[in-house]
């Protein structure tokens, strides 16, 4: 089958940075993508890799190794704001267009 | 431009009871999606719309789910009868045609909740 798995929980301090790990098992690969969720409310897009390296937007950067099936989400100078879940997602591989989604990382930034 | 939309916010019924979801995407997004959240686990695809047409329902847990997007504009998700399982935060998505499955909008969700 095809799973994502990442931490439950992180908890990290205002201004420090916090790493969310993915590792994944898929039958085909198209890319890996990483959604910010606050409480009660929408999903929203952060970033996409299709390829290995590290893609940089702003404070926040994601990292995939496609050999070793695995991403991160890098947050960095933290800020209360950050305080969300995290989830990453790949697309099926069977080449249907839906994306099947990890269970998410609850980061906590304390004051 | 005005994001994905989705009525109600709430919805609490009894078990036995339909409840119609409705989800209105952003205009121009061919792609509307139907996610399903169950208490604090993974965002579960139900099903994939390009405009009018279906194109992927394995998602949809069984018969008592419809979903219809009628002109290829806004959808609606029914659910009959609802089954104390069926709680959880109810989310729609859509996408341009160009970017497809790789940035999805995402509505804030309806949260059903059967008892």
Redesign the interface.
């Known amino acids: 089958g095809q799973s994502?798995e990442q931490p439950s929980e992180v908890t990290a301090v205002e201004g420090a940075i916090v790493q969310i790990n993915c590792t994944y098992q898929t039958s085909g690969f198209?890319?890996l993508?990483w959604?910010q969720q606050h409480d009660?409310?929408?999903?929203?897009?952060l970033s996409?890799n299709a390829l290995d390296g590290l893609e940089e937007t702003g404070r926040f950067s994601s990292f995939l190794s496609r050999s070793d099936s695995y991403g991160y989400l890098l947050l960095q100078e933290l800020q209360m704001k950050d305080s969300a879940s995290y989830?990453c997602?790949v697309?099926?591989g069977s080449g249907?267009?839906?994306?099947?989604?990890?269970?998410?990382t609850r980061l906590k930034v304390l004051a | 431009e005005a994001?994905?939309t989705q009525f109600p916010s709430h919805s609490v019924i009894e078990k036995g009871q339909t409840v119609t979801l409705r989800c209105d995407p952003i205009s121009g997004h061919d792609?509307l999606?139907w996610?399903r959240r169950v208490m604090?686990?993974?965002?579960?695809?139900l099903l994939?719309f390009v405009k009018e047409s279906k194109?992927?329902e394995?998602?949809m847990p069984n018969n008592r789910f419809l979903a219809e997007r009628t002109g290829g504009t806004y959808s609606t998700l029914k659910v009959q009868p609802a089954e104390l399982e069926d709680s959880g935060v109810y989310?729609c998505?859509s996408s341009h045609p160009g970017t497809?499955?790789?940035?999805?909008?995402?509505?804030?969700?309806t949260r059903l909740t059967v008892t």
């Not at chain 1, 009660?40 to 897009?45: E, I, K, N, R, V």
């Not at chain 2, 604090?40 to 695809?45: C, D, Q, R």
């Not at chain 2, 497809?100 to 969700?109: H, R, V």
């Open positions: 994502l198209y890319g993508s959604y009660g409310g929408a999903p929203t897009f996409y989830f997602a697309r099926d249907t267009y839906k994306y099947i989604f990890g269970t998410g | 994001g994905v792609n999606y996610y604090g686990k993974e965002i579960k695809f994939h194109q992927d394995s998602g989310f998505a497809g499955i790789i940035k999805q909008y995402f509505g804030p969700g």
